[in-house]
């Protein structure tokens, strides 16, 4: 089955690490996303990709990086830098332009929290 | 500033009745505007798709109408059932750079 895997489902984190969350797909979509959700918010845009090795800040990208090395994989590493990580993460793919027929197709997400 | 509104607070409707979810927007010029559907600690999962030339759409009970006058989009749900109580999002394109900006959504409870 096609689709989208984000793991870990939980992460904790401590205070002044590092961590990443990865996200793959198998859809062969050319753009990935990354969004944050916080309770009773709406989706917030980190990072985005449109194609292999390219990748553009979003509108909270301060304290987070992506690579986007492979088409399938688009990995966010929340650094020590994000002073509020605590979030329901969320990754998404679309095929170019397909966002306009088709929607985006959401992983399931990974709840961070720092402890 | 560019906004996407809904309602923040809970739909609380009875079985079978009609649910209508208003989604607002200011300062954008969208091609078109999607609704999603969330669940409890689950990711979005995209419903429908209305474009900025169609005043209507539907796909089984839901019904997806835009006005781009009035800057608004409703979302119907007929027939409800208990089992359509989630979190209803509405997104819309913020430029041609195909990158969906999100509205906060609202919840909706259908009663049995």
């Known amino acids: 089955d096609g689709g989208i895997t984000q793991s870990p489902k939980y992460l904790f984190r401590k205070e002044g690490q590092n961590v990443t969350l990865s996200c793959e797909q198998n859809l062969n979509h050319d753009a990935m996303y990354w969004y944050r959700q916080d309770p009773g918010q709406g989706l917030r845009l980190i990072y985005y990709s449109q194609i292999v090795n390219d990748f553009q800040k979003g509108d909270i990208a301060e304290g987070y990086s992506v690579s986007r090395e492979k088409k399938e994989s688009f990995p966010l590493t929340v650094t020590s830098a994000q002073k509020n990580p605590t979030a329901f993460y969320l990754c998404?793919?679309?095929?170019?332009?397909?966002?306009?027929?088709?929607?985006?197709?959401f992983g399931s997400g990974t709840r961070l929290t720092v402890v | 500033s560019q906004k996407i509104e809904q309602n923040s607070e809970a739909l609380n409707i009875q079985e079978g009745k009609t649910a209508t979810l208003t989604c607002n927007y200011t300062n954008y010029s969208p091609a078109y505007l999607q609704w999603y559907r969330q669940d409890p600690g689950r990711g979005p999962v995209f419903l429908l798709l209305?474009?900025?030339?169609?005043k209507e759409k539907r796909k089984e009970r839901l019904k997806v109408t835009f006005d781009t006058t009035l800057k608004q989009s409703l979302f119907h749900i007929t027939a409800s059932q208990p089992a359509d109580s989630a979190t209803y999002l509405c997104?819309?394109?913020?430029?041609?750079?195909?990158?969906?900006?999100f509205g906060s959504g609202t919840r909706l409870l259908v009663r049995p």
């Open positions: 209305i474009r900025e030339n169609e």
């Open positions: 998404a793919s679309s095929s170019r332009g397909g966002s306009a027929n088709y929607g985006y197709t």
């Open positions: 997104a819309l394109e913020a430029d041609s750079s195909y990158k969906l900006i």
